[in-house]
């Protein structure tokens, strides 16, 4: 199964590993994922969800699964990395391979850790690092239109393509992000092949120390919900120090440690589902007695392409899908009691899929 993957990025010394390394502690669960080990900076997160619990005491389930998320570590970029700077060229190559950014930035002062330009400002930061991701784009822009050039001299199917590339680069020559040019079906289709950075989506980790808690707001961080406001992308407020010590406590001292500092929850759970919603997604449940699990998949989701998330033999026989809300299952007790109330549902395959459908699906 492949996981869907944000890459974390940011300037030196701004908590990005911190956050990384609390992250990833927590989501550990190796025995669930083979993958964990591969890359030293890869990991893979899990995606908590109360309801799980809610329907396999319903069920009797020996395991619960829930949805997972990956998080690649990209090593701090500087200025200059679109040149390759640093080890600028190797990391923007990891970004290109991951399906959204989070940006974290430092929002605190402090003496003891020092900001890689000498101050701290957090605009500053994020446009230092849009600005490398620009540069980037224009360099693989440059290089599409001069391979496409060669192969349009026998083939003119490709002058729309080059075509469009001018666009972008008109763009993004503009110091304006790719995520911000209005682009129609066609364009869109064209630019499927290519992996540009700026046409990622963004979430900012505004990245605060403990005295900010528990509210988490200070000036910096108002600064960078304007900014993301202005772009159309979201912020979650963290204090990524405060997520490395919680990382290190058993699961039932870590309620207690949330409670004494006036949270309730981890800023680790609030930035992975942000994470979520960002990319989109929406998770459909499915429950019994071996296992309780939610499956992750696009707004949108069809009963059919939902059943091949299982297996591609329930897509390929697919019947029917029997529904009931997640309401509805903890309203009237599980399947049964909903079921017998009329809230049990027989769906055809092009059903789209909801949020929390509990779902059971009939194949030959």
């Known amino acids: 199964m492949s996981h869907l993957a944000c890459g974390i990025v940011g300037l030196p010394n701004v908590g990005k590993s911190t956050l990384f390394n609390a992250l990833t502690r927590v989501g550990a669960a190796s025995s669930n994922y083979p993958f964990c080990t591969i890359d ?10 109360p309801r799980l619990g809610v329907l396999s005491n319903f069920s009797g389930s020996e395991k619960i699964i829930y949805a997972s998320m990956q998080f690649v570590d990209i090593a701090g970029l500087v200025k200059g990395a679109s040149k390759g700077e640093g080890l600028g060229n190797q990391f923007l190559s990891h970004i290109r391979e991951t399906d959204a950014i989070v940006h974290v930035v430092r929002c605190f002062e402090s003496e003891d850790i020092v900001h ?5 400002h957090p605009i500053d930061d994020i446009e230092t690092i849009n600005l490398e991701l620009m540069l980037s784009d224009l360099q693989t822009c440059q290089n599409i239109t001069t391979r496409l050039e060669k192969q349009a001299r026998g083939n003119k199917e490709l002058l729309p393509t080059i075509q469009l590339m001018e666009r972008l680069r008109d763009h993004l020559s503009n110091s304006l992000p790719l995520r911000s040019l209005e682009l129609n079906s066609e364009e869109l289709d064209l630019l499927k092949p290519f992996d540009f950075l700026t046409r990622k989506k963004v979430l900012y980790a505004a990245n605060v ?3 900010d808690l528990p509210s988490m707001e200070n000036e910096y961080v108002q600064q960078v919900r304007d900014y993301a406001a202005g772009e159309g992308n979201s912020v979650v407020a963290i204090c990524a120090k405060i997520e490395a010590e919680i990382a290190e406590l058993e699961s039932d001292e870590q309620d207690d440690f949330l409670a004494s500092l006036g949270l309730e929850e981890t800023g680790l759970t609030r930035l992975v589902h942000a994470s979520y919603d960002m990319l989109g997604l929406i998770s459909f449940l499915t429950t019994g007695e071996k296992e309780t699990r939610a499956w992750t998949i696009p707004i949108g989701t069809t009963a059919s392409e939902a059943a091949g998330k299982i297996h591609t033999d329930i897509q390929k026989g697919f019947i029917r899908a029997e529904v009931v809300s997640y309401q509805d299952m903890v309203h009237y007790k ?12 027989a769906e055809g395959r092009d059903y789209i899929v909801q949020d929390g459908d509990v779902m059971l699906f009939l194949h030959n």
């Not at 890689?116 to 701290?120: A, C, F, K, P, Q």
């Open 40 to 49: 030293p900076n890869v990991g893979v997160v899990e995606v908590k969800d």
């Open 334 to 345: 599980g399947r049964n009691g909903a079921k017998e109330a009329g809230k049990l549902r």
């Open 116 to 120: 890689v330009e000498g101050r701290v």
């Open 209 to 211: 120390l403990e005295h």
